[in-house]
């Protein structure tokens, strides 16, 4: 699928099942604003980081509204949606699935309830111990969720879902405070995002995996994934939110708490491959990491060739940073379709055995008798590079030298990247000799960790680099307790129960007069 900052993801070819991004969350509250506008463009600036559903919850300070659907963020939100979407504060949410399924059901804000306040949450990332949270929730329930309140209860299968149960489980308790209790027993990656009628609240985890940053409007703040959805809404960056804490805004103004001591783990494949190159990053913009990551692959792994070109668009920063470094110069090689990657319709056969042509056609004038060095961010199965360098030798390339400016993928992320299985990485199995073979090159180089590192900017012992070095920085559960379909496994729903059937359904079983708006919440548009 096309990337909506121009990039195409690695699915170049159909049914191809490589790196898929974490989700991408926003938050605002901004009397006298468009709320739900902003909401709207700085999910659009998000758009890369979750394809598969997008939601909306706002609210006017007493009723909170949600408005969610599978699909991209320009096709489920239109001008009447968000005219539907009232208030002062606003969550959203772009997701790919890491827990749970790709459904409506799925799709957030996931909302719950108690007497007094609706809840609205957004999740990037991905909990370790769900199933551990889910027994806990059960438990608060008198040790069975079948007949409990909430979107559990209903079909939703996700680790959001999980936490949406427990922060609103006892009617008794404030939001905020609930939000200190629950907090500390998740484990895994995990940039919240939620609010209830009267307050927006953003908490990051204590290793600060992915990316959280806040920032200030003329009569407001905002919240989200990257800066870059900060700069399409016309927010100041302020800072990220810091790893373990829990920030609280309303008319009152911004508090912030701690619920754990912080120790930074940050993902490195955000500066790799998964943040936009216009985001920042602790400090280190994504671009100038990406184009160092290719002047240092240059200097480890040199080549005699006429050309530098980038597999579109992901490759190109570093593809400069290699053309610099080598004195090689830098071109266009290949072209791609923008529009072919959006469609949701399936390729017939015919069009199907074209492979990646689908998406990306050479330039032959400009490979025809070149050698070529080919310059990527990552290689997980090796489908796409092999069915890539098929394709320039095709159209006349001398040689094909394919660079790749991160180390060899060979471990599953469980912190909110959906890799393909252990198994079904490439480099798992073989040496970079044999992986070189294998997709057909005339060589083949990785950049090597250390220098991957240097060029982000950070200290090694604040970054995860657990899909290169199998070093995961948050003790993994058993096998069985891990997964996108740990719960939809373990845990199926109550039997009989139409999980879209919510025409008269309150939120978390709450009378729709003690939170109005309750219905309108959780029905589907």
Known sequence: MARADGRLSHDLLPDERLPQDACGVFGVWAPGEEVAKLAYFGLYALQHRGQEA?????????RLVVYKDIGLVSQVFDEAALASLQGHLAVGH???????RNSWENAQPTLGGTADHTVALTHNGNLINTAELRDLLAQRHGGDLSGSRGEVARGNTTDTAI???????????????????????LRGAFSLVFCDEQTLYAARDP?????????????GWVVASETAALDIVGASVVREVEPGELIAIDENGLRSQRFAEP???????????????DTTISGREVYDARVEMGRRLALEHPVEADLVMPTPESGTPAAIGYAEASGIPFGHGLVKNAYVGRTFIAPSQTIRQLGIRLKLNPLRDVIKGKRLVVVDDSIVRGNTQRALVRMLREAGAAEVHVRISSPPVRWPCFYGIDFATRAELIATGLEIDA???????????????DSMIEATSQERSTLCTACFSGQYPIELPDADKLGKDVLELQFPVRSGADPTDVGTLDVEGVPTSASPGGVEAVRRP
Do not use: H, M, N
């Open 207 to 219: 290793q600060g995996v992915r990316p959280l940053v806040l920032g200030r409007l003329e009569r």
């Open 94 to 100: 772009c997701r790919y699935s890491t827990t749970g």
């Open 163 to 185: 936490v949406t149960g427990l922060l609103t489980a006892d009617e008794d308790v404030p939001l905020e405070q609930a939000a200190l209790e629950v907090l500390p027993l």
């Open 435 to 449: 992986v070189c073979a294998s997709i057909g090159a005339d060589s083949l180089g990785y950049i090597s960790e």
């Open 263 to 277: 120790a930074p783990k940050r993902c490195v494949f955000e500066w790799v491959y998964l943040a936009r190159p």
């Open 54 to 62: 997008a939601g909306i919850a706002t609210s006017d300070g007493r």
